[in-house]
């Protein structure tokens, strides 16, 4: 089974959407969004900035040391994504 996107309507009445992977386990998870539309909207952002990337492995001084986050960076289609210990977050940058 491949994997995919989640909407569902969390805290406070926001939308969040999650990208739960073939196995089951949750990979990544979106900011949340006022509406449904707004969190789909960011799923498909993520799926649109991930069907071409790279995997890059930093080393040396590009890595942040334990403990510490990178910085956000905005990818080419002004999407956000936030580096944690685990998996990458991205969040879309418009929130319909």
Do not use: C
């Amino acid at each position: 089974m491949s994997g995919h996107f989640e909407v569902y309507e969390g805290k406070a009445h926001q939308w969040r959407f999650r990208l739960e992977a073939g196995n089951g386990e949750i990979v990544a998870v979106g900011e949340s969004y006022p509406t449904r539309p707004g969190a789909e909207q960011g799923a498909e952002a993520v799926k649109r900035a991930v069907a071409d990337a790279d995997v890059k492995v930093i080393t040396g001084a590009g890595r942040p040391s334990p403990g510490r986050r990178e910085p956000p960076r905005r990818t080419a289609n002004s999407a956000w994504l936030q580096a944690s210990s685990s998996f990458t977050v991205a969040r879309a940058n418009s929130h319909g």
